[in-house]
């Protein structure tokens, strides 16, 4: 029953601006880490970002300056603000979380949203 829905993803030219947002819900006793991946044709998924159940953030070094992630802790909700974005950005972003729900404690994926970034 537990659910991670991404939005925002779309069209975008070089230089302009996203964001992302995800919703996690369901049967949901707490939360650990929620990040961003995401994958571009013919490359592997690489994490973009990630924040912990304490506030601790990681940006991957190619995005470090330009991304924003942040978390609504009481929603259960956590936001990629992309700014500066460069063709290279052009992937399919997942959202990621680790969470317990009743005694179970795993990883759960969002079904990904498409961000084009054109030249």
């Known amino acids: 029953q537990v659910q991670l829905v991404e939005s925002g993803g779309g069209l975008v030219q070089a230089g302009g601006s996203l964001r992302l947002s995800c919703a996690a819900s369901?049967?949901?006793?707490?939360?650990?880490?929620m990040g961003w991946y995401r994958q571009a044709p013919g490359k592997q998924r690489e994490l973009v970002a990630d924040?912990?159940?304490?506030?601790?953030?990681y940006y991957a070094e190619s995005v470090k300056g330009r991304f924003t992630i942040s978390r609504d802790y009481a929603k259960n909700t956590v936001s990629l603000l992309m700014n500066s974005l460069k063709p290279e950005d052009t992937a399919v972003y997942y959202c990621?979380?680790?969470?317990?729900?009743?005694?179970?404690?795993?990883?759960?994926w969002g079904q990904g949203t498409q961000v084009t970034v054109s030249s």
């Open positions: 924040i912990t159940s304490g506030g601790r953030i």
């Open positions: 990621n979380g680790e969470m317990r729900s009743g005694l179970r404690f795993a990883v759960y």
């Open positions: 369901g049967s949901i006793s707490s939360i650990n880490n």
